[in-house]
């Protein structure tokens, strides 16, 4: 158990180094103990912070759903518009402390978490200046924001396994493109044949109509808003369905097959076990270095196995 609370506080000040390292935490007074609340999670206070955020996005996102139904928006209208306004205030002043507790303000401003906090704010603002634009469902984007949830189960202990998935897909992506192209040339020459087979008399009254008909039918999904009327046109939509399957498997084997392949390539690149439960995970001892023997240790083990043979 100690092991494991080792790990664990191993792994959080890890990723705390990491956040330390791009925004540059205070060195000492409020603003390192605010930078150790907002942007680290392995203290009782960053906590219960984070998960107060969550559940102050959660509610702002279902206020934001709440408006869209016209029989509750006409019921709870003023209520939902003073919600906002607070759920707005709230973010604006966690957005200027983040700004207001690092070093390195602009640096964080243009990060992906602070780029998500300024568009969390602009919606309701911009409703005020341009009610027409109906710019207020763009609030929707603070859900993003709840990737912050992955700092309070301490999901950084895996990213040895995102990192490979990560790598996986890379190596695949010069396999991946030319998959992707030949899929949109078979899905062009598909569409293009389906158009002049069945026509616009039957629904498929241009190329693009066309081809978004093939995108489904390859994707074997087939919403049966388009549908081939002739046999000509049936039998060319059953080769598309079942084309459909093995485009399907193609890139899930590609990326297998790279897991595979560095997996089994570095000892060290391995998935480390977990020590317990399911998923959680350790970093792999590290293998005990070989002793060097000194020319007399040497030379001792040479005239015992001299003796040993005779």
Not at 109 to 119: C, E, K, P, Q, W
Not at 123 to 129: H, K, Q, Y
Not at 186 to 201: C, K
């Amino acid at each position: 158990m100690s092991s494991s609370n080792a790990q664990w506080n191993a792994a959080s000040r890890a990723m705390s180094s990491t956040t330390d390292s791009r925004f540059d935490k205070p060195a000492h007074g409020w603003r390192r103990t605010l930078f150790t609340v907002i942007f680290e999670a392995d203290t009782r206070a960053g906590l219960w912070f984070d998960l107060a955020l969550i559940a102050v996005i959660v509610a702002s996102v279902l206020v934001v759903i709440l408006d869209s139904v016209q029989s509750i928006r006409e019921q709870w209208r003023s209520v939902f518009n003073v919600l906002e306004w607070i759920f707005t205030i709230l973010f604006t002043l966690e957005y200027i402390a983040r700004l207001s507790c690092v070093n390195k303000p602009l640096r964080y401003a243009t990060s992906f978490y602070g780029v998500i906090d300024l568009l969390a704010l602009l919606p309701t603002f911009l409703v005020v200046f341009a009610p027409e634009m109906g710019l207020g469902y763009l609030i929707d984007v603070r859900i993003l924001r709840l990737l912050r949830v992955f700092r309070i189960f301490k999901l950084s202990r895996y990213s040895a396994e995102y990192r490979a998935l990560v790598s996986a897909v890379a190596a695949s992506r010069r396999k991946i493109t030319v998959f992707v192209g030949f899929v949109m040339l078979v899905v062009l020459v598909m569409g293009t044949l389906m158009y002049v087979v069945e026509g616009p008399q039957h629904g498929f009254t241009s190329i693009p109509v066309a081809i978004y008909w093939a995108i489904s039918t390859m994707a074997t999904v087939g919403f049966g808003d388009l549908v081939p009327k002739t046999d000509l046109g049936r039998a060319i939509a059953s080769v598309m369905m079942l084309v459909g399957w093995g485009v399907l498997a193609v890139p899930t084997g590609i990326v297998t097959a790279e897991m595979a392949r560095h997996g089994s390539g570095d000892e060290s690149a391995a998935v480390p076990l977990a020590p317990r439960g399911v998923l959680a995970m350790v970093e792999p001892s590290p293998a005990a270095p070989a002793k060097r023997l000194t020319p007399a240790a040497r030379r001792r083990a040479l005239a015992q196995h001299r003796r040993g043979a005779r």
